[in-house]
T-cell receptor, first 114, second 115 residues
């Protein structure tokens, strides 16, 4: 079946602009995660959605970052007033129910802020 | 706090075994994972182990878990050039009182396989 998809695959933007990154999880997966991977670094957790519960936003690095999820489907990660340090690959993952369930990752969106 | 450590580089010859090591700090980890990332690609789940197990084998992959030392390893038998990639160790923290379910990742080990 289809895996996690993300769009766009690449995004180049100017400093100060807003960007939106999209994630389509695997159908039927109730949990959705966003991570950030800076060049040469491991992954940093950003935010976690589980069903209708309030999202866990503990990993968001600043108030310029926000994310929404429509029901148990698409999620959008928004970065306002982008900065050069926001340049990274943003990865989305989904799992059946969250917690200890295996997370399956999308291909990521490579964001470059000039 | 939670932390996952890995060595950054490993180089082996084709046909040899590769052993990638990882240490973690949180004793409440429930699942531990190995992910593979090939150049320009997303993360691919390779295997995982539940924290009450000490070994799991899946074809050429063997995962060993020493819970006392909080040490996890991934052994790849008969390493091939196609195994060249970055391998990430990750732990899943399960907080009964909260909503945590995210993975904590190491920085990744770059495996280079020489012909």
């Amino acid at each position: 079946g289809a895996g996690v998809s993300q769009s766009p695959s690449n995004k180049v933007t100017e400093k100060g602009k807003d960007v939106e990154l999209r994630c389509d999880p695997i159908s039927g997966h109730t949990a959705l995660y966003w991570y950030r991977q800076r060049l040469g670094q491991g992954l940093e957790f950003l935010i976690y959605f589980q069903g209708n519960s309030a999202p866990d936003k503990s990993g968001l690095p600043s108030d310029r970052f926000s994310a929404e999820r429509t029901g148990e489907s698409v999620s959008t990660l928004t970065i306002q007033r982008t900065q050069q340090e926001d340049s990274a690959v943003y990865l989305c993952a989904s799992s059946v129910q969250g917690h200890t369930d295996t997370q399956y990752f999308g291909p990521g969106t490579r964001l470059t802020v000039l | 706090g939670e932390d996952v450590e890995q060595s950054l580089f490993l180089s082996v010859r084709e046909g040899d075994s590769s052993v990638i090591n990882c240490t973690y700090t949180d004793s409440s980890s429930t699942y531990l994972y190995w992910y593979k990332q090939e150049p320009g690609a997303g993360l691919q789940l390779l295997t995982y182990i539940f924290s009450n197990m000490d070994m799991k084998q899946d074809q050429r992959l063997t995962v060993l878990l020493n819970k006392k030392d909080k040490h996890l390893s991934l052994r790849i038998a008969d390493t091939q050039t196609g195994d060249s990639a970055i391998y990430f160790c990750a732990e899943s923290i399960w907080d009964y009182g909260g909503s945590q379910g995210n993975l904590i990742f190491g920085k990744g080990t770059k495996l280079s396989v020489k012909p």
